[in-house]
T-cell receptor, first 113, second 114 residues
């Protein structure tokens, strides 16, 4: 069965420092991977996706993600964190053969001034 | 272009009461979804509709029913609410084209069952 894991419940980083939010996946075949962000009391917003092609995917708000097939990972990164990046981040994978997404449990990112 | 809208934003129910959560999208999307979000559990799919006139169970369908009223609207009904259904409910939609797998979410309904 398809699944994603987000091993960290919370990530703390100082403003201006690089940030990484980790995601690993388990799928059969080629994965379709996604990152979403949720700000307080809001719905999820799509950040970026990997379907095929370059392993480094660029998305909204300066975020990017690196697809690593050998490590079955799809970590979210940003070179310089902002306080406004503080939010809940979800990794997701397409359930193979369907149009459903399977979400991880989420990682709370806290960026300190 | 409002995207995905949900009503109500907040609701408090007593155990055994019923209610319907409304969702509408104005993006002409084919697929629509209902999720619940609980702390530490991420988002879990309740029901989805791949196209107008079709609905399918997701991961946690028990205690819920859905109606895909037309292409725009997808409602979620709780026939007899239970405290375990206290959660935040999100509706989402997707274009349905083979290359568009990302989903677009509404702002959510926060439901408390006492």
């Amino acid at each position: 069965a398809q699944s994603v894991a987000q091993p960290e419940d919370q990530v703390n980083v100082a403003e201006g420092n690089p940030l990484t939010v980790k995601c690993t996946y388990s799928v059969s075949g080629n994965p379709y991977l996604f990152w979403y962000v949720q700000y307080p009391n809001r719905g999820l917003q799509f950040l970026l996706k990997y379907i095929t092609g370059d392993n480094l995917v660029k998305g909204s708000y300066g975020f990017e993600a690196e697809f690593n097939k050998s490590q079955t990972s799809f970590h979210l990164k940003k070179p310089s964190a902002l306080v406004s990046d503080s939010a809940l981040y979800f990794c997701a994978v397409r359930d193979r053969g369907t149009d459903k997404l399977i979400f991880g449990t989420g990682t709370r990112l806290q960026v300190f001034p | 272009n409002a995207g995905v809208t949900q009503t109500p934003k907040f609701q408090v129910l007593k155990t055994g009461q019923s209610m319907t959560l409304q969702c509408a999208q104005d993006m002409n999307h084919n697929s629509m979804y209902w999720y619940r979000q609980d702390p530490g559990m991420g988002l879990r799919l309740i029901y989805y509709s791949a196209s107008e006139g079709t609905t399918d169970k997701g991961e946690v369908p028990n205690g819920y029913n859905v109606s895909r009223l037309n292409k725009r609207e997808f409602s979620l009904r709780l026939e007899s609410a239970a405290p375990s259904q206290t959660s935040v409910y999100f509706c989402a939609s997707r274009e349905g084209a083979l290359s568009s797998y990302e989903q677009y979410f509404g702002p959510g309904t926060r439901l408390t069952v006492t």
